[in-house]
């Protein structure tokens, strides 16, 4: 069963950037439609962006134009990189597959943006 580790989050200002990875520490997933999500505190958690196994990227309207998702399926490895950050982007991010009822959930990592 793929095992999802995310890094990559932190403390940051508005206006600020920050990259995030998803390893998959086991499994393959070269081959699935991915995708990042984020949980914001007291609100569900939703998805952000997502890529498919080819590399065409889709991303919601909030997000769009700042943050951009990419992969790199030798690593095994998703990509969020995060622009333009605002209060609001402020949650725990997540990566998993398009299916997510499918895949365990990794821990996620905390995005902070606040001055």
């Known amino acids: 069963q793929v095992q999802l580790v995310e890094s990559g989050g932190g403390l940051v200002q508005p206006g600020g950037s920050l990259r995030l990875s998803c390893v998959a520490s086991?499994?393959?997933?070269?081959?699935?439609?991915m995708a990042w999500y984020r949980q914001a505190p007291g609100k569900q958690r939703e998805p952000v962006a997502d890529?498919?196994?080819?590399?065409?990227?889709g991303y919601v309207w909030s997000v769009k134009g700042r943050f951009t998702i990419s992969r790199d399926n030798a690593k095994n490895t998703v990509y969020l990189e995060l622009n333009n950050l605002k209060p609001e982007d402020t949650a725990v991010y997540y990566c998993?597959?398009?299916?997510?009822?499918?895949?365990?959930w990794g821990q996620g990592t905390q995005v902070t943006v606040s001055s």
């Open positions: 890529i498919s196994s080819a590399g065409t990227t």
């Open positions: 086991r499994g393959d997933i070269s081959r699935r439609d």
């Open positions: 998993n597959t398009v299916r997510p009822w499918t895949t365990p």
